[in-house]
């Protein structure tokens, strides 16, 4: 049972540590590539630091409910380790869960962009070290369906 028990708690470790990605601008999914992207070109014209909320997860709850209930069914005998099974099981749910949550939050920027045809836009996107943007910069904007992703020109 022990080795149950640290086989939940590693496989847990894994899968929240699975849930972090790379969703920057110049970052593509499987399932993003061979698709007709419409181009749009623009300069930004403002720049505001955002928060990306993160969210919490099934496999992070579930994993921590497993957890949770497993640690909990050690305590006491009887009617009192079912309580403590049920309380843990739900305390390691929203534990879980709200690591899952803070694994994913990013920092991201807001970016106000007038584009060539005289519309204005604004995209959010990860902060990306390698692809910083300030006001007055030439960018490109790829969108595809409801989503876009900017990049620099220059």
């Known amino acids: 049972m022990k080795y ?3 086989s939940l708690l590693l496989l847990f470790a894994c899968l929240l540590s699975g849930c972090a990605n790379n969703p920057y601008g110049d970052t593509y ?3 993003d590539t061979q698709r007709i992207q419409s181009v749009s070109y623009g300069t ?5 630091p955002v928060t990306i909320e993160g969210e919490g997860n099934t496999v992070g709850t579930i994993a921590g409910a497993a957890v949770g209930g497993i640690l909990g069914s050690k305590v006491g005998d009887g009617s009192g380790a079912q309580i403590a099974t049920i309380a843990g099981g739900i305390l390691g749910g929203v534990t879980g869960s709200q690591a899952a949550k803070s694994i ?6 807001n970016l106000t962009i007038k584009l060539d045809n005289g519309n204005t836009i604004a995209v959010v996107q990860e902060v990306n070290p390698n692809m910083l943007f300030r006001i007055g910069q030439r960018v490109q904007l ?11 020109l220059n």
């Open 104 to 109: 994913t939050t990013r920092n991201g920027v």
């Open 29 to 31: 999914t499987l399932s």
């Open 44 to 48: 930004i014209i403002k720049t505001d």
């Open 142 to 152: 790829n969108r595809q369906g409801n989503t876009a992703r900017v990049i620099p």
């Open 4 to 6: 149950c028990q640290i």
